[in-house]
């Protein structure tokens, strides 16, 4: 694959909205949320791990992750969400780096919602882009799509970088401050770029 692209933004931003925009178009699509979530289900890998480190209680009566519980403890507690960052992010690395080896698109999306806080990836991407929008749009989607209260919102927002700083690193910026239609334009846009980079990729002399 030519060109990946490192696919980031805040909470609420519209992350997984505009990868599915770009992916009907053909690109590669790597979801590290997504693979979090495969983690963190029943019989998912890191469960045996985490049942092991946090206990019983922390695993739904389908043997998943209890997620509200699992969210509560690490916001409280820093060195539970240490432990199970230490837990998880090695699982993710492996997963991520085997669906590089597979794709075959001529570039690709490598979603990270801490990309810009945490440098995970960048060695992996050769762009950096922020899906943006107003910080009050963050709180009332993630709100109505999660249920959390917009205190715990703005806890999670306060952990991630400020929407300036995440804009002062961008390569190309989509903005999601209305509804899908006026992300297609941006996206096809943006898909055609991503294209014309992939084919100088594999052909530098052209």
Request: hydrophobic share 45%; glycine share 8%; proline share 3%.
């Amino acid at each position: 694959m030519g060109v990946v692209v490192g696919l980031t933004g805040g909470i609420g931003s519209g992350k997984s909205v505009v990868a599915s925009l770009f992916g009907e178009r053909g690109a590669g699509i790597i979801d590290t949320d997504a693979i979090a979530r495969q983690l963190t289900d029943r019989g998912g890998d890191a469960i045996p791990a985490i049942r092991e480190t946090f206990g019983q209680q922390f695993i739904d009566a389908w043997g998943a992750l209890d997620r509200a519980g699992m969210r509560r403890v690490v916001f409280a507690q820093p060195e539970a969400k240490r432990k199970l960052e230490s837990i998880l992010h090695p699982l993710i690395r492996k997963v991520v780096s085997a669906q590089m080896a597979q794709l075959h698109q001529p570039y690709g999306l490598l979603v990270v919602p801490l990309l810009i806080e945490t440098g995970a990836y960048r060695d992996r991407t050769q762009r950096v882009l922020v899906v943006d929008c107003a910080e009050t749009l963050q709180v009332t989607r993630t709100m109505a799509r999660s249920g959390l209260t917009e205190a715990e919102v703005r806890a999670i927002m306060a952990e991630q970088v400020t929407r300036q700083a995440r804009l002062s690193v961008a390569d190309d910026v989509i903005e999601n401050n209305g509804d899908i239609a006026t992300l297609i334009p941006q996206v096809e846009k943006l898909h055609l770029y991503y294209l014309s980079l992939a084919r100088q990729a594999i052909r530098p002399d052209a």
